[in-house]
């Protein structure tokens, strides 16, 4: 009798008998090897194993026509349960909005059109592009809060600097 060994989650295991493998439920994609072959390979390109894949037939079950009236149920409908959900990430649309104003116009519309993404990509069952917009949206403010500070304290300085030599123009411009 045969002895097979197949690869399961990325290990070695067997060797096991061709009963072996129907029991365990093999699929065709389950990489195999016995003696006398070359090299590893998918099942369903092994000749034997091949009883273990075939499907039989089965005949549909009989038509009735509908009766009219009232529904029968034989048995109350069943609802399949809602899958598990990952809460849903953080917007960070008021702070998209308050970075526009208040700092930076070019950065906080890119935060903005990420905000917006988060809701429509979670609702869609996206979960991982609304984590993604989500975190983009959170980028693009922290940048925008941080150039609009740079650009502030810029403008500050330039400001003072000029404002000292106007003063300083001024005072020589009146001693002449």
């Given at each position: 009798?045969?002895?097979?060994?197949?690869?399961?989650?990325?290990?070695?295991?067997?060797?096991?008998?061709?009963?072996?493998?129907?029991?365990?439920?093999?699929?065709?994609?389950?990489?195999?090897?016995?003696?006398?072959?070359?090299?590893?390979?998918?099942?369903?390109?092994?000749?034997?194993?091949?009883?273990?894949?075939?499907?039989?037939?089965?005949?549909?079950?009989?038509?009735?026509?509908?009766?009219?009236?009232?529904?029968?149920?034989?048995?109350?409908?069943?609802?399949?349960?809602?899958?598990?959900?990952?809460?849903?990430?953080?917007?960070?649309?008021a702070w998209s909005i308050a970075v526009t104003i208040l700092c930076c116009l070019v950065g906080g519309i890119v935060a903005i059109v990420y905000s917006s993404q988060v809701s429509s990509r979670y609702i869609a069952g996206d979960y991982e592009g609304a984590e993604y917009a989500s975190r983009?949206?959170?980028?693009?403010?922290?940048?925008?809060?941080?150039?609009?500070?740079?650009?502030?304290?810029?403008?500050?300085?330039?400001?003072?600097?000029?404002?000292?030599?106007?003063?300083?123009?001024?005072?020589?411009?009146?001693?002449?």
């Amino acid at each position: 009798m045969k002895q097979y060994y197949i690869i399961r989650n990325e290990q070695q295991a067997g060797p096991y008998s061709l009963e072996e493998l129907a029991a365990m439920g093999i699929t065709p994609d389950t990489i195999v090897w016995t003696e006398g072959m070359a090299d590893w390979t998918p099942a369903r390109q092994v000749s034997e194993l091949a009883s273990l894949f075939t499907t039989t037939a089965q005949t549909p079950p009989s038509y009735s026509a509908p009766s009219y009236g009232a529904p029968q149920y034989s048995r109350p409908p069943q609802y399949s349960t809602p899958t598990e959900q990952p809460p849903m990430p953080q917007t960070y649309l008021a702070w998209s909005i308050a970075v526009t104003i208040l700092c930076c116009l070019v950065g906080g519309i890119v935060a903005i059109v990420y905000s917006s993404q988060v809701s429509s990509r979670y609702i869609a069952g996206d979960y991982e592009g609304a984590e993604y917009a989500s975190r983009q949206a959170r980028i693009w403010i922290i940048v925008s809060a941080c150039v609009g500070l740079l650009v502030g304290i810029v403008y500050t300085i330039w400001m003072l600097f000029f404002a000292t030599s106007m003063a300083a123009f001024s005072e020589g411009m009146s001693g002449i």
